[in-house]
């Protein structure tokens, strides 16, 4: 049965005033409901600069969550050898190469500025979130994480999601998504992981869209 939440006031006395089920704090969910945090299922590009997103159930309005603050996505490789994770903001081209791949990947070799996410709304569906990024995914990037497959390197495109300040994404019962690997959000063009792609529990690499 729903939880009914009460306030009191002041008119010749006091007075129940019934304000409805999770009226007052919706952000954080209500006692006795649905408390099962949503969980991301699918993500695959729609097109070069569209992402959508797939959830184990509907999601909240995200007309006011911030997709800068909460959303990144990004290329990493992960190279057993040295036991870490050397990740790339997307707007990496790999000119000289990739890790692993014998080549000079050491310098940046930008075609734009940072990727990034700017604009999330709700897709088709309503378990679904629409995702823009600033610039397109390109051929460099797709032909090098292809290539680096082919030589039994570990790598991909990830969501990467903090939970962060609010307004955040959730459930329509208010429980907030779980970070994925949240320290990218914040973090510069390049950096180094220890480990096999670390917070990833679930990793779920991206396929590169038809380009």
Request: glycine share 10%.
């Amino acid at each position: 049965m729903a939880e009914e939440r009460m306030l009191w006031r002041m008119s010749g006395g006091l007075q129940r005033v019934v304000v409805g089920t999770c009226v007052i704090a919706p952000a954080v969910g209500c006692g006795g409901g649905d408390e099962t945090a949503p969980v991301l299922v699918e993500a695959a590009f729609e097109d070069p600069s569209t992402l959508v997103l797939t959830f184990s159930e509907p999601i909240a309005s995200v007309v006011d969550v911030d997709p800068v603050t909460h959303f990144r996505l990004g290329s990493a490789f992960a190279l057993e050898a040295l036991d870490l994770t050397v990740y790339y903001d997307l707007s990496h081209h790999f000119g000289g190469g990739f890790p692993g791949s014998g080549g000079d990947a050491s310098g940046p070799w930008q075609r734009h500025g940072f990727t990034v996410v700017s604009r999330v709304e709700h897709g088709d569906d309503p378990s679904q979130l629409r995702l823009s990024i600033s610039y397109p995914i390109i051929y460099y990037v797709c032909d090098n994480l292809a290539l680096a497959s082919e030589m039994g390197i570990p790598a991909g495109i990830h969501l990467h999601y903090a939970q962060a300040g609010f307004p955040r994404v959730t459930d329509e019962a208010g429980n907030p998504l779980a970070d994925i690997g949240a320290w990218w959000v914040a973090a510069s063009f390049s950096t180094t992981q220890p480990g096999e792609f670390p917070e990833l529990d679930m990793r779920m690499p991206i396929p590169c869209p038809e380009l």
